[in-house]
């Protein structure tokens, strides 16, 4: 693992980690504790109702401890693998919420959240290279079986989330029966 990189690898992994995992450790703390300008709970939990997350509270404290302590994780080099699945999942959800901005993010699209997420992936598999907590402790929380472990259990997850959302977003949007007749109940009694 760690001891098959260079000198040269091992200080392109430790500025990666150290600068995505900064990013995602302040857009974590933005949703967990208001830090940086941010909302806190509340406030994402707000946000996550009318990006159509249920359980809102619940989405925001998981996307915050998500971005927080997987940043926070990142720049450590600690439990690599699950912190960059971590990273990977919280923004699978948050890039379903920019998917229809299209690709630049400069449109209101997905860009940032995908190159945050393939960054979190590239980590989670790559490891953190030997200036980590992970290399001091043996890479104990660092083995190859662990990366596709969380991988696949938090990209599931985070998958279900999404799929869950937007069912939920379509289910707002159509109208029902009872809309139906209550708009034309309207438009007779405004034309009368």
């Known amino acids: 693992m760690s001891t098959k990189t260079t000198t040269r690898q091992d200080?392109?992994?430790?500025a990666l980690r150290v600068g995505l995992?900064?990013?995602l450790f302040a857009h974590g703390a933005q949703k967990l504790f208001g830090w940086f300008g941010g909302h806190g709970i509340a406030?994402?939990?707000g946000a996550m109702t009318a990006m159509g997350f249920q359980p809102a509270k619940t989405s925001a404290?998981?996307?915050g401890l998500g971005e927080a302590a997987g940043g926070a994780l990142l720049a450590a080099g600690l439990a690599t693998p699950v912190a960059g699945a971590a990273a990977t999942s919280t923004m699978i959800a948050a890039g379903?919420?920019?998917k229809d901005g299209g690709f630049f993010a400069t449109e209101g699209g997905f860009e940032y959240t995908a190159l945050l997420g393939l960054a979190g992936a590239a980590l989670s598999i790559a490891g953190p290279g030997r200036y980590s907590l992970d290399e001091v402790l043996g890479d104990r929380l660092n083995r190859p079986w662990m990366a596709t472990t969380a991988l696949?259990?938090?990209g599931g997850a985070a998958v279900a989330l999404v799929v869950r959302r937007n069912q939920a977003v379509k289910?707002?949007?159509v109208p029902t029966a009872d809309d139906q007749l209550a708009a034309s109940d309207l438009g007779e009694h405004a034309g009368a």
């Open 61 to 63: 404290v998981l996307a």
């Open 43 to 45: 406030g994402t939990t």
């Open 152 to 154: 696949t259990a938090l």
């Open 21 to 23: 995992g900064g990013t």
């Open 96 to 98: 379903a919420v920019h």
């Open 11 to 14: 200080v392109g992994l430790l």
């Open 171 to 173: 289910a707002a949007a």
